[in-house]
Nanobody
Framework: QVQLVESGGELVQAGGSLRLSCTVSGRRFSDYSMGWFRQAPGKERDFAAA????????NYADSVKGRFTISRDNAKNTVYLQMNSLNPVDTATYYC???????????????????WGQGTQVTVSS
């Protein structure tokens, strides 16, 4: 059974940085394309960032481009989301997601992901 466990969310001041981690167990990690989504209170879950199975390709939502960086360490079965220049609109529950398959690119739609973590809360104070 595939399990995704996120960590790293916390309260941070505007302008600060956080690094989220998501560790995957249950299958060879390099078989998965990975993504980060976020859901603010009262809003739909939105795409934030994605990375291909090899890590060679990444994709970002316009709202985070230039501030967030997604990366992966296939030896540690972990994907990261480095978040810089945080502002209150980044406040949300952040979810890690995994998509299994042979596709070498990235996925940006939540229905393309089969496995999800429980989420980690990021709160940015002004």
């Amino acid at each position: 059974q595939v399990q995704l466990v996120e960590s790293g969310g916390e309260l941070v001041q505007a302008g600060g940085s956080l690094r989220l981690s998501c560790t995957v167990s249950g299958r060879r990690f390099s078989d998965y394309s990975m993504g980060w989504f976020r859901q603010a209170p009262g809003k739909e879950r939105d795409f934030a960032a994605a990375i291909s199975r090899s890590g060679d390709s990444t994709n970002y939502a316009d709202s985070v481009k230039g501030r967030f960086t997604i990366s992966r360490d296939n030896a540690k079965n972990t994907v990261y989301l480095q978040m810089n220049s945080l502002n209150p609109v980044d406040t949300a529950t952040y979810y890690c997601a995994a998509a299994l398959g042979s596709y070498s690119g990235t996925f940006t739609r939540d229905y393309q992901y089969s496995y999800w973590g429980q989420g980690t809360q990021v709160t940015v104070s002004s």
